[in-house]
């Protein structure tokens, strides 16, 4: 049981924008369905292209999206966002927002939350908007190094509390990222997409000197948002016991491993190519180019098998082998 509410707004009376309905429609779209097609989310999306996206409106449906029981509930909201300076409160911005009646109060949102914990197992909100990295604040304590994030929240937003969110080739260029990672750029092996991995892909991509994405949790677990197909199949990771029965174990290889007789040396050339280790070498070498596993006194696995020395897990392949070994893959 999984729900997002979606939200963009491009059409500001005096300040519009111009890629948050986009992004609104995008997440959405990728939110829906894993990446084998499977359901994931069941999504809500209020644009500014199809409603009048009112303060009343968003109050409403993000009450709506608080109430009842689900593992997972996420809101995502592009456009305007400040921090009013006479009260030191956050906003995200409605159409009909103005002084005195801004739009939906971060601290509402996430009073909102915090309470629906642990009806709602998880609560995940991303906001593209300016400023936006208040969320989490305590605005009648003015001190930004203080939190109120109830158990089982995070908050994902595209720039600190004085920051500005930019926009760029029809997207918020927070959300452009985001999108990517939730493509699969920020999968770990297993496909599994977390707050945690997009926020690290964002952070990367954007760098020093850009805006500064801001990353706010208070969990105990990650929550998945979107799966998407394994970098290494998952009965190859449960395999990797047989092949490391300890983490420190070296596997030996030899050239009977390599299937290639054309370009290895001539004299291992009538060594008989034993299709079984063929295959494991396959899956092996999948490992090796995903950081679990490394060649022996070699610059390629190649080289490891026709001169006989062999590989071992590196400290990422001995993780997914003790995951492996306790099942939980």
């Known amino acids: 049981m999984k729900k997002a509410l979606i939200i963009g707004i491009d059409d500001y009376p005096s300040a519009p924008l111009s890629g948050c309905v986009n992004d609104a429609i995008s997440v959405a779209n990728r939110l829906e369905t894993n990446g084998d097609g499977s359901p994931n989310f069941s999504v809500r999306l209020i644009t500014s292209n199809d409603t009048n ?187 990797l016991p047989a092949y490391f029965p300890m983490s420190a174990h070296i596997f030996r290889l030899d050239p009977s491993f390599e299937p290639d007789r054309q370009n290895i040396p001539e004299a291992l050339r009538n060594i008989p190519v034993n299709e079984e280790n063929v295959r494991t070498f396959k899956e092996l070498q999948m490992c090796n180019r995903h950081g679990l596993v490394v060649p022996i006194d070699a610059e390629h696995m190649f080289y490891a098998a026709i001169n006989s020395t062999g590989c071992k897990l590196t400290a990422l392949g001995a993780h997914y082998r003790k995951l492996a070994e306790m099942k939980r893959i």
Request: with cysteine; glycine share 12%; charged share 15%.
């Open 53 to 239: 996206v009112t303060s009343a409106l968003l109050s409403e449906a993000t009450s709506e999206l608080f109430k009842g029981d689900a593992d997972t509930a996420l809101l995502f909201f592009a456009g305007h966002g400040l921090i009013n300076p006479e009260t030191n409160a956050g906003y995200i911005v409605s159409q009909d927002g103005k002084k005195g009646s801004w739009g939906l109060g971060l601290s509402e949102i996430l009073n909102l939350a915090n309470t629906a914990y642990p009806r709602i197992k998880s609560t995940v909100v991303i906001l593209d908007s300016c400023q936006s990295g208040f969320a989490g604040e305590l605005p009648s304590l003015a001190n930004q190094n203080i939190s109120a994030i109830g158990t089982g929240v995070t908050i994902l937003t595209a720039c600190h509390r004085e920051g500005a969110a930019s926009e760029a080739n029809g997207h918020g260029l927070f959300t452009g990222i985001l999108l990517d990672g939730l493509g699969g750029s920020s999968a770990d092996v297993c496909g599994n997409i977390t707050p945690a991995s997009l926020y690290s892909l964002i952070d990367q991509t954007l760098g020093p000197w850009e805006q500064r994405p801001i990353y706010k949790a208070n969990v105990q677990t990650f929550v998945t948002l979107r799966q998407v197909t394994p970098k290494i199949p998952l009965d190859t990771l449960r395999r």
